[in-house]
Nanobody, 130 residues
Framework: QVQLVESGGGLVQAGGSLRLSCAAS????????MGWFRQAPGKEREFVAA????????YYADSVKGRFTISRDNAKNTVYLQLNSLKPEDTAVYYCASALSDGSSWYPNFRWRDKDFGSWGQGTQVTVSS
């Protein structure tokens, strides 16, 4: 089991940037893929981005491609999500999650679902004002 703690959320104007962090503990972080999801009020949780165990492969939802960047630092047991060119529709609680696999079998059209991840953080609120 791994414990995940997100930070870095906040209130930002449209067009602004934020950097989310997710610190992991309790399991060998570097062996597993990681992901970011988000949930807006009244909507289901949706996939945002994923990264393989080594960081060599990254994947994004079409809605954030070109604006968000996922990265990881295995020495610090931390995964990041850089959010640029934010839009009001990006407003949501953002969750990081630890995958049940190393992510080496993922591919660009892979359908990431909650069941592919074993541990979740408590979430961090991102609010984008227009």
């Amino acid at each position: 089991q791994v414990q995940l703690v997100e930070s870095g959320g906040g209130l930002v104007q449209a067009g602004g940037s934020l950097r989310l962090s997710c610190a992991a503990s309790g399991r060998t972080f570097s062996r597993y893929g990681m992901g970011w999801f988000r949930q807006a009020p009244g909507k289901e949780r949706e996939f945002v981005a994923a990264i393989s165990w080594s960081g060599s492969s990254t994947y994004y939802a079409d809605s954030v491609k070109g604006r968000f960047t996922i990265s990881r630092d295995n020495a610090k047991n931390t995964v990041y999500l850089q959010l640029n060119s934010l839009k009001p529709e990006d407003t949501a609680v953002y969750y990081c999650a630890s995958a049940l696999s190393d992510g080496s079998s993922w591919y660009p059209n892979f359908r990431w679902r909650d069941k592919d991840f074993g541990s979740w953080g408590q979430g961090t609120q991102v609010t984008v004002s227009s």
